[in-house]
């Protein structure tokens, strides 16, 4: 499975971008799907988290109520909304697959199985 992050740019803060990744899958809707960023000089942490039929979605604590994934199964592929962003949201985005579904593990990079080659989002003060 080959995913595609797509949607990155240069941003003020305070500004939006809509980021989407899709795949090569014939039927992404197979997969728990996720967004995870890295800054420079830090680990890349979780973002956020959907289940594969978008019932359920997590965001972490440092996004919540800015950013919201989201997907359309029947375009193959998954969203993710960020507004209100901030020079800290500067970071490389990924987007990455599980083939074993959305578990209480979302949240941990080994849980899935597939990566993107992420998009660069650059927020200036």
């Known amino acids: 499975v080959q995913l595609q992050a797509s949607g990155g740019g240069l941003v003020q803060a305070g500004g939006s971008l809509t980021l989407s990744c899709t795949s090569s899958?014939?039927?992404?809707?197979?997969?728990?799907m996720a967004w995870f960023r890295q800054a420079p000089g830090k680990e890349r942490e979780f973002v956020a988290g959907?289940?594969?039929?978008?019932?359920?979605?997590n965001h972490a604590d440092s996004v919540r109520g800015r950013f919201t994934i989201s997907r359309d199964n029947a375009k193959n592929t998954v969203y993710l909304q960020m507004g209100s962003l901030k020079p800290e949201d500067t970071a490389v985005y990924y987007c990455?697959?599980?083939?074993?579904?959305?578990?209480?593990?979302?949240?941990?990079?080994?849980?899935?199985?597939?990566w993107g080659q992420g998009t660069q989002v650059t927020v200036s003060s």
């Open positions: 990455a697959a599980s083939r074993r579904g959305y578990s209480s593990d979302y949240f941990h990079q080994p849980s899935y199985d597939y």
């Open positions: 899958a014939p039927t992404l809707s197979n997969y728990a």
């Open positions: 959907i289940s594969r039929g978008g019932t359920r979605r």
